[in-house]
């Protein structure tokens, strides 16, 4: 069974950071370029950040660079997301997701090439 799981996300205040943490299962992870997306109240869900299968390429949405990194650890089927200086703004459900399908990374805001997804961690930060 494939699976995506998220883990990390809570409540924190402006200013403060968090780890979030994909675990993957059921697949050949290291096939798979991640993605890590977010979806906050009443918007659509939109890209953050991307890696690819070796980890030698990543991509970040304007709104996070330099405040969010991205990495994966291939040995352990995990990518992770370090949230750093978060604002309110950043008070979304992070979902991750894997694909084979990226025709060019530079596509890798796009939901529907993805092929699997996780189910979400809730991240709360408060002013």
């Known amino acids: 069974e494939v699976q995506l799981v998220e883990s990390g996300g809570g409540l924190v205040q402006a200013g403060g950071s968090l780890r979030l943490s994909c675990a993957a299962s059921?697949?050949?992870?290291?096939?798979?370029?991640i993605g890590w997306f977010r979806q906050a109240p009443g918007k659509e869900r939109e890209g953050v950040s991307y890696i690819s299968r070796s980890g030698t390429n990543t991509n970040y949405a304007d709104s996070v660079k330099g405040r969010f990194t991205i990495s994966r650890d291939n040995a352990k089927n995990t990518v992770y997301l370090q949230m750093n200086s978060l604002k309110p703004e950043d008070t979304a459900v992070y979902y991750c997701a894997a694909t084979t399908r990226l025709p060019f990374a530079r596509l890798w805001v796009l939901t529907h090439l993805y092929d699997y997804w996780g189910q979400g961690t809730r991240v709360t930060v408060s002013s």
């Open positions: 059921g697949f050949t992870f290291d096939d798979y370029a």
